[in-house]
Nanobody, 130 residues
Framework: VQLQASGGGLVQAGGSLRLSCAAS????????VGWFRQAPGKEREFVGG???????????AYADSVKGRFTVSRDKAQKSVYLQMNSLKLEDTAVYYC?????????????????????WGQGTLVTVSS
């Protein structure tokens, strides 16, 4: 599956952005989807993710650094996964990537490391200014 992340931009600290991840030519039904980010000079790190379940739900998981501020969700059509980012901080500045792994199992948890995701989007830049 080919993924496309979008929605990045420049925002002031304390502001909000919503990133979107969509699959080209298909839905994200049956996929666990994770969001990662990479800041300049740092390693890529897990941000949040959502498992798959019938309908638009799914178990979610978050890095401690974003808990309570970021929310991952799916649309009902299973075409997109979103990362709602609120109360943004300077340290949230990074390129954000979405990644997916096909599972078709509601019991598959959200992986917090790059493997086992096998499809990655191109990244979208989020810059938080003071």
């Amino acid at each position: 599956v080919q993924l496309q992340a979008s929605g990045g931009g420049l925002v002031q600290a304390g502001g909000s952005l919503r990133l979107s991840c969509a699959a080209s030519g298909r839905t994200l039904s049956g996929h666990v989807v994770g969001w990662f980010r990479q800041a300049p000079g740092k390693e890529r790190e897990f941000v949040g993710g959502i498992g798959w379940h019938f309908g638009s739900g799914g178990t979610t998981a978050y890095a401690d650094s974003v808990k309570g501020r970021f929310t991952v969700s799916r649309d009902k059509a299973q075409k997109s996964v979103y990362l709602q980012m609120n109360s943004l901080k300077l340290e949230d500045t990074a390129v954000y990537y979405c990644a997916a792994k096909y599972t078709r199992s509601p019991t598959t948890g959200v992986a917090t490391t790059a493997p086992p995701y096998d499809a990655w989007g191109q990244g979208t830049l989020v810059t938080v200014s003071s």
